[in-house]
């Protein structure tokens, strides 16, 4: 089944964008669009989509208000936007937001913060995920994290997450495929038990890897 998307964006030609890279995927449909808050609301009652992809700020009602609306029916709001403030960022993620990516950060983010979405995951733009990392402090280290053992390249690679790399950055500073990032990413969060790779990046600034 296709993940039912709805774009919810005060502009015509980054909803149309967000439709051209969404639509070409071969499991994600988009199936409704909204041009303020409160039409993505309405909309997004009536019909149920599986994703809600809201900029925040829109006429009628805001991003955040949306993911407050929309919270415990079922339906996944990702915010969208040009403005990374702390504080929409703090919002957003309190009142239900399953993700909070930016704009500039490119499609290939976007796809991945609707499917970590889907998964019960949280995609937060790399930039911002460093930063609030570095404004609040780091977290505790776990009980035995120093000494988990990672191979040389999964050492790279949770640097690099660490400093707020994509896959895609990854795979070619690496000369490696998208898929072979993932699948590397995807046996650091195993080892490490991680969510996501928000979590690896905590571990690895927490563990001092981050600085490898």
Same mark, same amino acid.
Do not use: C
């Given at each position: +089944?296709?993940?039912?998307?709805?774009?919810?964006?005060?502009?015509?030609?980054?909803?149309?964008?967000?439709?051209?890279?969404?639509?070409?995927?071969?499991? $994600?449909?988009?199936? =409704?669009?909204?041009?303020?808050?409160? =039409?993505?609301?309405?909309?997004? #009652?009536?019909?149920?989509?599986?994703? &809600? !992809? =809201?900029?925040? *700020? +829109? /006429?009628?009602?805001?991003?955040?208000? &949306?993911? *407050?609306?929309?919270?415990? %029916?079922?339906?996944?709001? &990702?915010?969208? @936007? @040009?403005?990374?403030?702390?504080?929409?960022?703090?919002?957003?993620?309190?009142?239900?937001?399953?993700?909070?990516?930016?704009?500039?950060?490119?499609?290939? !983010?976007?796809?991945? =913060? &609707?499917?970590?979405? $889907?998964?019960?995951? $949280?995609?937060?733009?790399?930039?911002?995920?460093?930063? !609030?990392?570095?404004? #609040?402090?780091?977290?505790? %280290?776990? /009980?035995?994290? /120093?000494?988990?053992?990672?191979?040389? *390249?999964?050492?790279?690679?949770?640097? $690099?997450?660490?400093?707020?790399?994509?896959?895609?950055?990854?795979?070619?500073?690496?000369? !490696?495929?998208?898929? @072979?990032?993932?699948?590397?990413?995807?046996?650091?969060?195993?080892?490490?038990?991680? #969510?996501?790779?928000?979590?690896?990046?905590?571990?690895?600034?927490?563990?001092? *890897?981050?600085?490898?």
């Amino acid at each position: +089944m296709a993940i039912r998307i709805l774009i919810a964006d005060d502009q015509e030609g980054i909803r149309a964008a967000f439709r051209l890279i969404l639509d070409a995927q071969p499991d $994600m449909t988009v199936v =409704a669009e909204a041009a303020d808050g409160r =039409a993505a609301i309405e909309t997004a #009652r009536a019909i149920g989509p599986d994703v &809600v !992809l =809201a900029d925040i *700020r +829109m /006429p009628g009602a805001d991003g955040i208000e &949306v993911a *407050r609306a929309l919270a415990g %029916t079922g339906i996944h709001v &990702v915010i969208v @936007t @040009t403005f990374g403030l702390d504080e929409y960022v703090d919002a957003a993620l309190r009142h239900g937001a399953s993700g909070f990516i930016l704009k500039r950060s490119g499609p290939a !983010l976007l796809v991945e =913060a &609707v499917r970590a979405a $889907m998964n019960g995951d $949280m995609l937060i733009s790399p930039q911002l995920t460093v930063r !609030l990392l570095r404004q #609040r402090g780091l977290p505790e %280290t776990p /009980p035995g994290a /120093p000494h988990v053992v990672l191979t040389e *390249r999964e050492d790279e690679i949770v640097a $690099m997450v660490a400093h707020g790399r994509t896959n895609a950055e990854i795979a070619a500073e690496l000369f !490696l495929a998208p898929g @072979t990032v993932k699948n590397h990413i995807a046996a650091i969060q195993r080892k490490i038990d991680a #969510r996501n790779r928000v979590a690896i990046a905590a571990w690895a600034w927490a563990t001092g *890897r981050a600085e490898q």
